[in-house]
Nanobody, 126 residues
Framework: QVQLVESGGGLVQAGGSLRLSCAAS????????MGWFRQAPGKERTFVAA????????YYADSVKGRFTISRDNAKNTVYLQMNSLKPEDTAVYYC???????????????????WGQGTQVTVSS
């Protein structure tokens, strides 16, 4: 069973930066597409970014393109989300997820992902 643990969330002012980390254990991390999703209060969980098994290809939601960067370190079984130029509308619980079925094709759909972390809160003040 794969376990994912996010960290790095917190409170930041608009325009600031945060880096989220997601540490994986219990599986073959380098085989998985990894993704980040977020869920704001009262809203559905939505796609943020994803990265292929070797980090060569990434995919972003339009709302975060140019501000967020997803990356991974397979030696450390960790995926990262660098978030710059944060806006109040980025406030949400951020979740990392693993897609064990694909290595080279990233998905923006929640149902494609098999394992989820518990989430980390990001709050951006105006």
């Amino acid at each position: 069973q794969v376990q994912l643990v996010e960290s790095g969330g917190g409170l930041v002012q608009a325009g600031g930066s945060l880096r989220l980390s997601c540490a994986a254990s219990g599986g073959t991390f380098s085989n998985y597409v990894m993704g980040w999703f977020r869920q704001a209060p009262g809203k559905e969980r939505t796609f943020v970014a994803a990265v292929t098994w070797n980090g060569a290809n990434t995919y972003y939601a339009d709302s975060v393109k140019g501000r967020f960067t997803i990356s991974r370190d397979n030696a450390k079984n960790t995926v990262y989300l660098q978030m710059n130029s944060l806006k109040p509308e980025d406030t949400a619980v951020y979740y990392c997820a693993a897609d064990r079925a694909r290595r080279t094709i990233v998905s923006q759909y929640r149902f494609e992902y098999d394992y989820w972390g518990q989430g980390t809160q990001v709050t951006v003040s105006s």
